[in-house]
């Protein structure tokens, strides 16, 4: 038993076929079977049920491959922590911040780590609804700073701090909402006007389910800005961070909707978060240690 055996058998189990499973993997599907069928020799129990459309573990399978994704675990710390030893304090670290969190609070900590070490590259980039999540998954970041909602435990192997909070508005342009031909005083208004959503699924996780109300007529955006000058343009209305918006609000070209038996705001924690498979570096251990004191 190797652990290209157990790296199959993780392919295996979060795909719906053995086809699917070998894409993922560079392999041919007859090679995946035979590696599949040796691994339960040499077990002695078939792990795999191939009765079914889908391919589903035994029982016996299943308590196998929970020990098995320890292992892989441990294997990923493993060749996590032999590059922080050959290399040292990281050569480029990545943050991923979600666009709805105002960064202003968190910069001084970055500050710090980056004055305290110079030759480590620092990587930011902002992403829209969960992608920074997404990416922390994926091992693509190192570090996130995102909106944080209990659902999110059961989407990824996370480690979440809160460090702040954030809120969400539901706003309009005063042109815009010329069309109602009245007032706004009821959510169900809305329900009828053209919203802006943004088009992302990150985490497979549709983010619209977590606003109080969703209209059948949508535009989809794709980051933040382009929902602003949408917002802007009156091409309907949406739910954006507070702090996006502030001078846009205070100039009246965008006022804050609030009607009846509808939330002011959404507000909610924001969390730095790691991977629990990705031992943090120097630089990366220093933010993390700034922020979560702070």
């Known amino acids: 038993m190797n652990l ?7 392919a295996v189990a979060s795909s719906e ?19 599949l069928k040796k691994l339960e020799q040499e077990c ?4 795999v049920d191939r009765s079914q459309y889908r391919l589903q573990f035994t029982e016996a399978g299943k308590r196998f491959y929970q020990q098995a994704q320890q292992l892989l675990h441990q294997s990923a710390q493993l060749k996590s ?5 050959s290399r040292g304090a990281e050569a480029s670290l ?19 780590a980056q004055q305290q070490f110079p030759h480590t590259e ?14 922390l998954k994926n091992q693509q970041a190192d570090l996130a700073i995102s909106p944080w909602y209990p659902v999110f435990i059961s989407l990824g192997d996370f480690e979440a701090v809160a460090i702040g909070s954030f809120d969400i508005l539901c706003v309009a342009s005063p042109d815009f909402l010329k069309q109602l031909g009245g007032p706004l005083t009821h959510q169900a208004q809305l329900a009828e006007l053209p919203q802006l959503v943004a088009n992302s699924e990150a985490l497979n996780f549709d983010s619209g389910k977590l606003l109080p109300l969703q209209s059948a007529r949508r535009v989809k955006v794709n980051n933040s800005l382009c929902m602003k000058q949408a917002l802007l343009a009156h091409l309907g209305w949406g739910m954006v961070a507070r702090h996006q918006v502030a001078d846009e609000l205070a100039s009246g070209a965008l006022v804050q ?38």
């Open 4 to 10: 290209t055996q157990l790296y199959i058998l993780d």
């Open 17 to 35: 076929s053995l086809l699917q499973a070998a894409v993922k993997l560079h392999k041919t599907q007859p090679a995946l079977s035979m590696a």
């Open 44 to 47: 002695g129990f078939t792990i």
């Open 81 to 85: 922590l032999a590059q922080h030893l």
């Open 94 to 112: 990545r943050l991923a911040f979600d666009e709805a969190v105002d960064l202003q609070p968190y910069m001084t900590a970055i500050r710090q």
């Open 122 to 135: 620092l990587l930011l980039s902002c992403d829209y609804r969960l992608q920074a999540l997404e990416k």
């Open 257 to 294: 909707l609030k009607p009846v038996e509808f939330p002011k705001f959404i507000q909610g924690e924001v969390h730095l978060v790691r991977h629990k498979d990705q031992l943090l570096g120097p630089v990366a251990k220093a933010i993390w240690q700034q922020l979560t004191a702070s």
